[in-house]
Antibody, heavy 117, light 107 residues
Framework: DVQLVESGGGLMQPGRSLRLSCTAS????????LSWVRQAPGKGLEWVGF??????????EYAASVKGRFIISRDDSKSIAYLQMNSLKTEDTAVYYC????????WGQGTLVTVSS | EIVLTQSPATLSLSPGERATLSCRAS??????LAWYQQKPGQAPRLLIY???KRATGIPARFSGSGSGTDFTLTISSLEPEDFALYYC?????????FGQGTKLEIK
């Protein structure tokens, strides 16, 4: 089965850093771009950023709300994508999903990040 | 950034009725539009991609149409499990923006 599993969420204090992982299985990981999407409690869906495949330079793009604080990377040998979140703010509290960029988009189940003092 | 506007915000219908949800883009997204269903505590579930293609395992009562800036999700005959939140998303331009959602509630 094609699957994405996020992990690494938890309770963090403002200003701290946290790294989320997205572990893929059931497909050829290096062939796909990957995105991160978040959903704050009771709110809608917000695209956070994405990373291209190595074939397209492995470059990244970010939403304005996280640019300069969040970094997306990938390890194709392990089929894992990462979301490094620095200088966390209370407004970063959300469920974070990773998605496989393709016509038939695949989503993980999400991991909750809570930023609170 | 492309803005997606969904209407109505809330739709109140009864099981067996037909539901029509709209998503309008601020500029053309060609056919790069997806529809999702989301229930409380769950990840979004892909229903429709590329405007009109049903995702794997999605019942035939769900259909999508449109291109350019105007899109529609139709549920031909509502089942009790269809009452949920629905989002559209465009993947024509980065950022891949989402609509604000339509809540489909039981009348």
């Amino acid at each position: 089965d094609v699957q994405l599993v996020e992990s690494g969420g938890g309770l963090m204090q403002p200003g701290r850093s946290l790294r989320l992982s997205c572990t893929a299985s059931g497909f050829t990981f290096y062939e796909y771009a990957l995105s991160w999407v978040r959903q704050a409690p009771g709110k809608g869906l917000e695209w956070v950023g994405f990373i291209r495949t190595k074939e397209y330079g492995g470059t990244t793009e970010y939403a304005a709300s996280v640019k300069g604080r969040f970094i997306i990377s990938r390890d194709d040998s392990k089929s894992i994508a990462y979301l490094q979140m620095n200088s966390l703010k209370t407004e970063d509290t959300a469920v974070y999903y990773c998605t496989r960029d393709s016509s038939e988009i695949i989503w993980g189940q999400g991991t909750l990040v809570t930023v609170s003092s | 950034e492309i803005v997606l506007t969904q209407s109505p915000a809330t739709l109140s219908l009864s099981p067996g009725e037909r539901a029509t949800l709209s998503c309008r883009a601020s500029q053309s997204v060609y056919s790069y539009l997806a529809w999702y269903q989301q229930k409380p505590g769950q990840a979004p579930r892909l229903l429709i991609y590329d405007a009109s293609k049903r995702a794997t395992g999605i019942p035939a009562r769900f259909s999508g149409s449109g291109s350019g800036t105007d899109f529609t999700l139709t549920i031909s005959s509502l089942e009790p499990e269809d009452f949920a939140l629905y989002y559209c998303q465009q993947r024509s331009n980065r950022p891949n923006t989402f609509g604000q959602g339509t809540k489909l509630e039981i009348k």
